[in-house]
């Protein structure tokens, strides 16, 4: 992606180039040498373990990328790019640029340009590597994230780069308007930050229409320093306060009532550092989606309760979602797949952990609990309950099953949509309504409850059928357990972003329900990304 950062570098690159890689810089060694030379001895010295490193340099007869003097252009190329490590929110110092420029300038020997090679090869490799799939892998970050992150081959960088050094670069980063658009909240945040932030808090309590006094003026010139409110000098909690106040709270996931309550507050007086350590997590998880999405896809946002559909970059559809417990064992996963076909009137097939760990305490107590469920053994058949010492065993050794049939009270409700996974995750229906009012909606044990599900299942199927709503009413209403297949299966993300900007620019942030954030964050820290960062 072309960066309209370059010009925020303050780092006068094309000079520095120019004085550090000028008419000094070394000629390049022969193009087919018999015996190495100190040179290409200190290239292969260089790349150590690097066989990859070495097998490239020895292929092509020690000829220079980078310190030759026909090299200017990639040399600058490279320079400018990594330049913008902290606006991507990545580790300086892996490509450091100020310090291979220094490199460039106390060159004096040929071993010194050996090593030079090296590093400025190393530095493209890595930058290649951070900047189009992440500097972090998602499963050792937290071993909820199970997404499969696309890296290049790093052959295929050398060999790209080389061919059209700047076109490379430039695709390197997400493409999608997601990520520049956070490319650009991160400067504003930065230039609020450097400005003395948004004021001072809030005080704690509640206001509402009509208030006035310290709290309310701290109120409006917090959302004011925040861009919700206009150069305001009311004196009291009226109109135009309350729809900034409600404007706030649809960005950050709240009830849009217009009262400053216990939660509006809080959010407002989360600092702009903590919001802008977000939108560097945020950086990372898109460069960890850096895939085609699908121009038809659901989007599942787990730290936004939500489900959407969308079709070409557009929300065709969207509803409330509850997602897993926060806890160790139940919260849900994240990962891509493609979504298959839908279930129209499920059968329940209760997970072996839940059977264990919740049912079968039940039946030692009590062998007539949950009566909705029935008993399966190891052949398919169903078993009395009567026949069965519960007392026998244990969760290691319990030979059954458990299955609910299609029901109103079905736990999977009347519509499952499945994406088969390895961890039996996918989206359904559910009985419990009531779930879909709350703000924070995590109560499942991993999988996703939608809030209008028919409404899904008939967005699906417009894409198959002339009658959507017919279609799956002739399922539903026979009462019996079918399958729809979707004639094209749609990829369906499972994400997790507690920070993303709106069509307009403007900041959306939710609550990091499962901590995972805060993890990556610290694990970008121990990389070396620093908030706010200035290379040069």
């Known amino acids: 992606m072309s960066s309209p950062l370059r010009r925020k570098t303050g780092f006068g690159l094309a000079l520095c180039l120019s004085v550090a890689l000028g008419a000094e810089a070394f000629a390049n060694p022969p193009a087919a040498p018999v015996e190495l030379t100190p040179f290409s001895r200190s290239v292969a010295g260089a790349a150590g373990r690097s066989e990859l490193i070495a097998q490239f340099y020895a292929a092509r007869s020690y000829r220079t990328l980078w310190t030759g003097p026909e090299d200017a252009a990639r040399r600058e190329a490279l320079l400018t790019a990594i330049a913008e490590a902290p606006a991507h929110g990545l580790p300086v110092q892996r490509y450091d640029a100020s310090a291979l420029i220094a490199r460039f300038r106390a060159a004096r020997t040929e071993a010194d340009r050996g090593r030079l090679e090296v590093a400025m090869t190393q530095a493209l490799l890595a930058w290649a590597h951070d900047l189009h799939g992440g500097a972090l892998e998602p499963g050792k970050?937290?071993?909820?994230?199970?997404?499969?992150?696309?890296?290049?081959?790093?052959?295929?960088?050398?060999?790209?780069?080389?061919?059209?050094?700047?076109?490379?670069?430039?695709?390197?980063?997400?493409?999608?308007?997601?990520?520049?658009?956070?490319?650009?909240?991160?400067?504003?945040?930065?230039?609020?930050?450097?400005?003395?932030?948004?004021?001072?808090?809030?005080?704690?309590?509640?206001?509402?229409?009509?208030?006035?006094?310290?709290?309310?003026?701290?109120?409006?010139?917090?959302?004011?320093?925040?861009?919700?409110?206009?150069?305001?000098?009311?004196?009291?909690?009226?109109?135009?306060?309350a729809a900034a106040v409600r404007s706030f709270q649809t960005d950050h996931g709240l009830s849009p009532d217009g009262v400053a309550g216990e939660g509006t507050i809080a959010a407002l007086n989360v600092a702009p550092e903590a919001r802008l350590r977000s939108i560097l997590v945020a950086l990372e998880r898109e460069r960890w989606l850096s895939i085609d999405r699908g121009e038809r896809h659901v989007w599942v946002n787990l730290a936004d309760?939500?489900?959407?559909?969308?079709?070409?970059?557009?929300?065709?559809?969207?509803?409330?979602?509850?997602?897993?417990?926060?806890?160790?064992?139940?919260?849900?996963?994240?990962?891509?797949?493609?979504?298959?076909?839908?279930v129209i009137n499920?059968?329940?097939?209760?997970?072996?952990?839940?059977?264990?760990?919740?049912?079968?305490?039940?039946?030692?107590?009590?062998?007539?609990?949950?009566?909705?469920?029935?008993?399966?053994?190891?052949?398919?058949?169903?078993?009395?309950?009567?026949?069965?010492?519960?007392?026998?065993?244990?969760?290691?050794?319990?030979?059954?099953?458990?299955?609910?049939?299609?029901?109103?009270?079905?736990?999977?409700?009347?519509?499952?949509?499945?994406?088969?996974?390895?961890?039996?995750?996918?989206?359904?229906?559910?009985?419990?309504?009531?779930?879909?009012?709350?703000?924070?909606?995590?109560?499942?044990?991993?999988?996703?409850?939608?809030?209008?599900?028919?409404?899904?299942?008939?967005?699906?199927?417009?894409?198959?059928?002339?009658?959507?709503?017919?279609?799956?009413?002739?399922?539903?209403?026979?009462?019996?357990?079918?399958?729809?297949?979707?004639?094209?299966?749609?990829?369906?993300?499972?994400?997790?972003?507690?920070?993303?900007?709106?069509?307009?620019?403007?900041?959306?942030?939710?609550?990091d329900i499962y901590g995972r954030d805060g993890v990556i964050f610290e694990a970008l820290s121990e990389a070396g990304v620093v908030p706010g960062a200035v290379q040069g």
């Open 305 to 342: 309760f939500s489900t959407r559909l969308i079709d070409n970059g557009k929300v065709t559809f969207e509803t409330r979602s509850v997602i897993g417990k926060d806890s160790p064992d139940q919260r849900t996963p994240e990962f891509s797949d493609e979504m298959e076909y839908m």
């Open 141 to 241: 970050v937290d071993p909820g994230i199970k997404r499969a992150v696309k890296r290049l081959d790093p052959r295929s960088v050398l060999t790209a780069f080389e061919a059209n050094p700047v076109h490379f670069l430039d695709s390197l980063a997400p493409r999608g308007p997601d990520y520049a658009r956070l490319m650009r909240a991160r400067l504003d945040l930065e230039a609020a930050i450097a400005a003395g932030g948004w004021g001072a808090e809030v005080p704690g309590g509640k206001l509402k229409p009509g208030a006035t006094g310290p709290a309310f003026l701290a109120l409006r010139d917090r959302l004011m320093a925040m861009g919700y409110l206009g150069r305001s000098t009311a004196a009291s909690y009226d109109a135009e306060v």
């Open 346 to 511: 499920p059968s329940w097939h209760v997970p072996r952990s839940i059977t264990t760990k919740e049912y079968l305490p039940l039946l030692q107590r009590n062998p007539n609990a949950a009566g909705h469920l029935k008993l399966i053994d190891s052949r398919g058949r169903e078993v009395s309950r009567g026949a069965v010492n519960f007392n026998a065993y244990n969760a290691r050794n319990f030979p059954f099953s458990m299955r609910q049939p299609p029901s109103d009270g079905n736990a999977l409700g009347l519509v499952k949509f499945m994406f088969p996974n390895q961890w039996n995750i996918y989206l359904h229906d559910t009985p419990s309504k009531s779930l879909f009012d709350r703000e924070v909606r995590a109560f499942s044990h991993g999988c996703i409850r939608l809030g209008r599900p028919f409404d899904f299942a008939h967005a699906l199927l417009a894409a198959q059928s002339e009658d959507p709503e017919g279609l799956f009413q002739s399922h539903l209403s026979s009462g019996k357990e079918s399958v729809v297949r979707l004639e094209k299966p749609v990829p369906v993300h499972l994400v997790y972003f507690t920070a993303w900007a709106g069509p307009t620019g403007r900041m959306n942030y939710r609550d």
